[in-house]
């Protein structure tokens, strides 16, 4: 009964050695790229960021407590403004 729980818990172990090795071997992913300067309006600060394929998405929220996501071209560029109702 030992022997084989012992068995059991090395392959799980070893699966688990096996399948970071596999993943960390793999291509690398796309690092986050993004411009020198992200110009955002006054008053406005930021919150989160992210991005997609052609752009780069940046959460803000002003002194009144009103947040927005701000659209932005992978150069910088402001692209689109959402307002985020509550």
Same mark, same amino acid.
């Given at each position: 009964m030992v022997t084989a729980l012992t068995a059991t818990m090395i392959l799980g172990l070893l699966t688990i050695v096996v399948l970071?090795? /596999?993943k960390f071997m793999g291509p690398a992913t796309a690092r986050l790229t993004l411009p020198d300067e992200i110009t955002l309006p006054?008053? %406005?600060t930021s919150q989160a960021i992210? =991005?997609?394929t052609?752009? /780069?998405?940046?959460v803000t929220i002003d002194a009144d407590g @009103? %947040?927005? @996501?701000? @659209?932005l071209n992978l150069d910088g560029t402001?692209? =689109?403004v959402v307002n985020i109702t509550p």
């Open positions: 970071f090795v /596999i006054d008053g %406005e992210t =991005q997609g052609s752009w /780069i998405g940046v @009103i %947040e927005r @996501i701000h @659209i402001p692209r =689109q």
